[in-house]
């Protein structure tokens, strides 16, 4: 017997009867040989960290654009702390730790440059009323656009995952939803610590009650749901926060949207952000031959979504440095 398939008989032993067993797996889309060590979604979690969308993360915008200081979130570390939430409830719950991981690692894959303001600013390209979604996008970075163009060839599941921790739809499994709720637990949490730090909001400013109940710092908030949602989700075929502490959370949520990602003076540059991408954009539909040949438009695929493709990708950095290439003058030496 492999290593891997003691793995997969340990799963079945001590998991619970809820959990996404990898043996049960959907599969791929193109067969693989099996790994002698690892297991379908160990290789997925590895493939995720070694491809260049995930280490383009560190260079992309969580919130604040262009930050001066080194302890603002960026969406990588939001990456890192979303697994590590999302670690921590799946093992409480005796669910699929790996797969878990795995989903957690690549659900911003495709976000854009310069945060969620990327995603409007691309979805002007696509024809008629389709919008950019960075969901999306992460699956068809994982599907289609990594590995030269063959992408990762991940498992069902941690697809499903990426795709649907946002939206209207939930993921098929235990192990999904998990990352969906994660992922909202850390940014609400860590957009705080970083809104303060950067002196936009005061303690004394954020809602009462969800303090008093949850928490003043954001590691006794994420400790209290953490606690709520492993409380809450214990023999039951659903992940979910109680009715109470869900709502609080929502009411630190719309403070956010409030006082810092609409109502900010951090926010004021973002129309300088949707014009350097929309700029992009256009460039490059009018000059496709400027992009690098794995984005060039193949058989079924118009120049509107290589496009989008490709400036998504770009870390923040990389879309002002080629802003600054196309649109700004240069001086010469006579």
């Known amino acids: 017997?492999?290593?891997?398939?003691?793995?997969?008989?340990?799963?079945?032993?001590?998991?619970?009867?809820?959990?996404?067993?990898?043996?049960?797996?959907?599969?791929?889309?193109?067969?693989?040989?099996?790994?002698?060590?690892?297991?379908?979604?160990?290789?997925?979690?590895?493939?995720?960290?070694?491809?260049?969308?995930?280490?383009?993360?560190?260079?992309?915008?969580?919130?604040?654009?262009?930050?001066?200081?080194?302890?603002y979130r960026t969406r990588l570390t939001h990456t890192m702390e979303v697994a590590q939430i999302s670690r921590?409830?799946?093992?409480?719950?005796?669910?699929?730790e790996d797969l878990t991981e795995a989903i957690a690692l690549g659900h911003d894959l495709g976000h854009t440059p310069f945060g969620h303001i990327g995603e409007s600013a691309?979805?002007?390209?696509?024809?008629?009323?389709?919008?950019?979604?960075?969901?999306?996008?992460?699956?068809?970075?994982?599907?289609?656009?990594?590995?030269?163009?063959?992408?990762?060839?991940?498992?069902?599941?941690?697809?499903?995952?990426?795709?649907?921790?946002?939206?209207?739809?939930k993921p098929s499994?235990?192990?999904?939803?998990?990352?969906?709720?994660?992922?909202?637990?850390?940014?609400?949490?860590?957009?705080?610590?970083?809104?303060?730090?950067?002196?936009?909001?005061?303690?004394?400013?954020?809602?009462?009650?969800p303090v008093m109940v949850l928490g003043q710092f954001p590691g006794q908030r994420i400790d209290a749901l953490a606690h709520n949602m492993v409380e809450n989700s214990l023999d039951s075929d659903t992940i979910r926060l109680s009715e109470e502490i869900s709502a609080l959370m929502n009411e630190l949520r719309q403070y956010l949207f409030d006082e810092v990602y609409i109502g900010s003076i951090a926010k004021t540059e973002e129309d300088k952000a949707v014009y350097v991408l929309k700029s992009l954009g256009e460039y490059y539909m009018e000059h496709p031959e400027k992009m690098p040949p794995e984005y060039q438009p193949g058989e079924g695929e118009s120049l509107p979504t290589r496009v989008c493709d490709y400036v998504a990708g770009m870390t923040d950095r990389y879309a002002l440095a080629k802003f600054n290439e196309f649109f700004l003058p240069r001086s010469w030496m006579v």
């Open 1 to 71: 017997m492999t290593i891997r398939e003691q793995t997969e008989q340990l799963e079945k032993k001590f998991l619970s009867p809820r959990a996404a067993l990898v043996a049960n797996t959907r599969g791929r889309e193109r067969s693989e040989e099996s790994c002698s060590i690892r297991t379908d979604y160990q290789r997925d979690r590895d493939r995720i960290i070694h491809c260049k969308s995930f280490r383009r993360l560190k260079h992309k915008t969580q919130v604040f654009l262009a930050p001066e200081g080194d302890h």
């Open 88 to 96: 921590t409830i799946a093992r409480a719950l005796r669910l699929n």
């Open 122 to 169: 691309l979805s002007e390209f696509l024809p008629g009323a389709e919008q950019f979604h960075h969901n999306v996008q992460s699956l068809r970075v994982v599907e289609v656009l990594e590995y030269q163009g063959r992408g990762l060839n991940l498992t069902w599941e941690v697809r499903d995952g990426i795709l649907n921790h946002t939206g209207d739809t």
């Open 173 to 209: 499994t235990l192990e999904g939803q998990i990352v969906r709720t994660a992922d909202r637990i850390a940014y609400i949490n860590h957009d705080i610590d970083d809104a303060l730090r950067a002196g936009l909001i005061k303690p004394e400013d954020l809602p009462e009650e």
